[in-house]
């Protein structure tokens, strides 16, 4: 597994350095890791007195003095890696690099804002998901997860982006532990519709408790099964749980108290739309600070 990690010297980065390093079975599998810091390009004129050779020194010295503390770190728990010292805009350098490198996988420490607030994850990490089209772990909340066994749950709604997000569980196992319990997450409406006239005065049907139950079973069934069968010809099993109501809401209280991670799979706008994840994954993570694994498909 090929891994990029963006830091600049915060707290942030701290916390995702302390998560690489707790995960033994990741280790164990030799991971590509990669330590990037993106320091803001000198203006052209002092860059063009000082010379091509001193600016890049000058990148160079300000990245080790981020880079070094984290490499020695996860040496000590047994992951080798390379660092890269670049310049420039943060997001845009941060997802040329991962293409560069075909990463599997970059993870990022952010604060994260509440829904009410301009941006969920702060400004960075925001740009690099409208950025790029590599899956991000974002890792927010007072602590990052310790522990090689993850409980992780994967949101699925039948969709190829839910689907998305299982393949990319299943071909790195490893980043989730060696028995990390995983969970198929799924939402049904709740297709409760209260009578009530319509503009022509005429009532609208409601479903009995037992036509409710029939037809979540199969809204349940329907999104499932496909995982299900992906997790079968793994030679893998995972839990099934079905909630009710509003998805964002609902998967963001049961990853709260439940799980250690959370892979959501997404469209991923462009950088020229409003929205980056979709309206669930904005939801999810504007409800909850579960560590969220941004998959597109």
């Known amino acids: 597994m090929k891994i990029l990690v963006p ?5 942030y980065g701290r916390k995702v350095v302390g998560f690489l390093a707790s995960r033994s079975t990741l280790i164990g599998a ?7 810091n993106v320091q803001p390009a000198l ?14 020194r000058i990148y160079e010295s300000e990245a080790e003095h981020v880079l070094a503390p984290a490499s020695k770190a996860l040496a000590k728990a047994g992951l080798a890696v390379e660092m890269h010292a670049e310049s420039g805009h943060p997001a845009v350098r941060i997802a040329q690099i991962a293409d560069d490198l075909k990463a599997d996988l970059i993870v990022i420490g952010a604060h994260g804002y509440s829904e009410f607030k301009g941006l969920l994850f702060g400004s960075v990490t925001h740009r690099v998901l409208a950025q790029s089209k590599r899956p991000v772990l ?9 522990g090689d066994r993850l409980r992780t749950g994967i949101a699925i709604d039948g969709s190829k982006y839910g689907l998305a997000a299982v393949k990319f569980a299943l071909r790195h196992r490893s980043l989730f532990g060696a028995d990390a319990r995983m969970t198929l997450l799924h939402v049904v409406p709740d297709f409760v519709t209260p009578v009530m006239a319509d503009l022509g005065g005429v009532a609208m049907p409601t479903f009995s408790e037992q036509e409710i139950k029939v ?12 995982a299900r069968r992906l997790f079968e010809k793994a030679g893998a099993s995972a839990d099934e749980v079905r909630l009710a109501g509003m998805a964002g ?8 108290k439940n799980l250690d991670v959370l892979l959501v799979g997404s469209h991923g706008y462009g950088r020229f739309k409003t929205a ?7 939801r999810i993570a504007a409800r909850c600070d579960t560590p969220l694994l941004i998959v597109r498909a």
């Open 215 to 226: 037809l979540q079973d199969k809204d349940f069934e329907n999104a499932v099964a496909p």
């Open 30 to 36: 030799e991971p590509e890791v990669h330590l990037l």
């Open 138 to 146: 974002v890792l927010r909340g007072a602590r990052a997860p310790r």
């Open 7 to 11: 830091l600049d010297g915060s707290e």
């Open 276 to 282: 980056v994840l979709g309206s669930v994954a904005t």
């Open 249 to 256: 809401d609902e998967i963001a209280a049961y990853a709260k």
């Open 43 to 56: 203006p052209g004129q002092a860059a063009a007195q000082l010379g091509r050779q001193t600016t890049r």
